[in-house]
């Protein structure tokens, strides 16, 4: 689930510096995104904002962290991804609750107690249930494939049934259902071009449908993303260009000059 919701630009707002504080409601004039409903919760020193959000393409849920020294970080979610998160935080807490107490002399050697993944199109999310030297603590990482930037919060592992808690009350309201494309995506695609492959990759966020166009060399790599909307128009332009290169190539100027070239060598007195 590449990509989904509007990125980070909203964590610097009023409500993520006012314990308690909501923006429900419809959005902004002018903004595409609706938050439907917020939660905070207060686990240990970190305050945790669970939105639920809404675009053109669908719902999620954005999970925010704010730190004691006012670190700030994110993840999203879909709401059938969250439903499953939800089910991984009963088994973690099961856990957790079976072990004894922390021992700091005989610490993990990762540090990691217990782990699962889930995937979501093309969006992979680690949980790993980890202790330290402060204690223990479920991380939550989110990656993109093919690169991209990476994501966590750290959920205290006290703070795991009301973490539950509060998700199963918004997923009770809104429900599992993503929203947006329904149907099977398109497989991916490859082209090679003298020393260079291109791939082109169909996926879907809560935005909607794309294409990851990646050009990939021995050791070079870059990419687009063209949304499902704009295809029409992308292709159209390239039709365009293709079609005003072939006229060029059989305009009466060209094939006049072509023509030339054959009779001056034909002109030419051969070698003896």
């Known amino acids: 689930m590449s990509d989904i919701g509007s990125g980070d630009g909203d964590l610097g707002g009023s409500k993520y510096n006012a314990a308690g504080s909501s923006m429900e409601g419809a959005a902004p004039q002018g903004q595409t995104e609706q938050e439907l409903a917020t939660k905070m919760l207060q686990i240990q020193s970190k ?63 990762d540090g990691k107690l217990k782990s699962e993944m889930m995937t979501k199109d093309n969006r ?27 994501s966590q919060i750290a959920i205290p592992a006290q703070g795991m049934i009301e973490f539950r808690d509060a998700l ?27 020393n260079k492959n291109f791939y082109f990759d169909i996926g879907q966020n809560n935005r909607g449908v794309y294409m990851r166009i990646s050009e990939v060399k021995s050791n070079f790599r870059t990419a687009i993303t063209v949304p499902e909307k704009c295809w029409t128009r992308f292709r ?11 006229k060029s190539s059989e305009s009466p100027s060209s094939i006049t000059a072509d023509n030339n070239t054959i009779q001056q060598q034909q002109q030419q007195p051969q070698a003896k």
């Open 168 to 194: 199963t009350d918004l997923l009770e309201e809104f429900g599992t259902n993503d929203g947006g494309f329904k149907g099977d995506l398109p497989e991916e695609r490859h082209m090679k071009v003298d």
């Open 236 to 246: 159209d332009i390239f039709n365009d260009y293709c079609e005003k290169m072939k």
């Open 47 to 109: 305050r945790f904002y669970l939105d639920v959000k809404q675009n053109r393409r669908g719902r999620f849920i954005k999970v925010a962290e704010i730190g004691a020294d006012g670190r700030r970080s994110q993840v999203y979610l879909a709401l059938s991804t969250a439903a499953e998160f939800r089910d991984h935080l009963s088994t973690f807490s099961d856990y957790y609750a079976s072990l004894g107490p922390p021992n700091p002399d005989n610490l993990p050697e």
């Open 124 to 150: 992979r999310y680690y949980l790993d249930l980890k202790e330290n030297a402060r204690g223990r603590f479920l991380r939550v990482s989110q990656t993109i494939t093919r690169g991209g930037p990476r």
